[in-house]
């Protein structure tokens, strides 16, 4: 049957680093005092002097790239924002006010901008671009001169009842 493995803490290893890195005593006197082989002592002394740049760096100044065109910095980010609501802003302002004038500004074609987001832009629904008006019927564009209408639930001509009310 083969042993367990011995799993040191990180404040042990580091002390034992640390006491070996002094030099004070050898590798052997550190391995008897801290109950560990003197191949750990080393591996841990080691491993202490490989990453202690590592300790010393500082995270501000080191910029991970992500690769995704250049970095912008908060100030810079922040003007941009505000930049970029004035010209929202301005651009309402001259956004004509008719809906028939609005839908002719969608280009369905655009290949960058959906009419969905166009229509978003321009602040109308999107049937509202899809609708066109079919226009009056023949039998309401008659030339009889009768009103066609009919008041609900009645079939009859308007003709006041009893009360009064048509």
Same mark, same amino acid.
Request: glycine share 2%; no cysteine; hydrophobic share 25%.
């Given at each position: 049957m083969s042993q367990k493995r011995k799993v040191y803490s990180p404040k042990l290893r580091s002390q034992v680093a640390l006491v070996a890195v002094r030099g004070d005593k050898t590798i052997h006197e550190v391995?008897?005092?801290?109950?560990?082989?003197?191949q750990m002592v080393i591996k841990? %002394?080691?491993? &202490?002097?490989?990453?202690?740049?590592?300790l010393f760096q500082d995270g501000r100044t080191t910029k991970k790239k992500s690769g995704s065109g250049p970095e912008?910095?908060?100030?810079?980010l922040v003007s941009l924002i505000g930049h970029l609501e004035i010209e929202?802003?301005?651009? %309402?302002?001259? &956004?004509?006010?008719s809906t028939r004038e609005r839908r002719l500004l969608i280009d369905p074609k655009d290949p960058k901008v959906s009419v969905f987001k166009q229509c978003k832009y321009l602040n109308l629904h999107?049937?509202?671009y899809y609708f066109h008006p079919r226009g009056e019927s023949a039998e309401n564009l008659s030339s009889d001169g009768e009103d066609r209408q009919v008041p609900y639930g009645e079939s009859g001509p308007w003709e006041p009842d009893d009360s009064g009310r048509i």
């Open positions: 391995a008897q005092r801290y109950g560990v082989s003197p841990m %002394k080691s491993r &202490l002097l490989d990453r202690i740049e590592e912008m910095s908060n100030e810079e929202n802003e301005w651009l %309402k302002k001259k &956004l004509p006010s999107r049937s509202t």
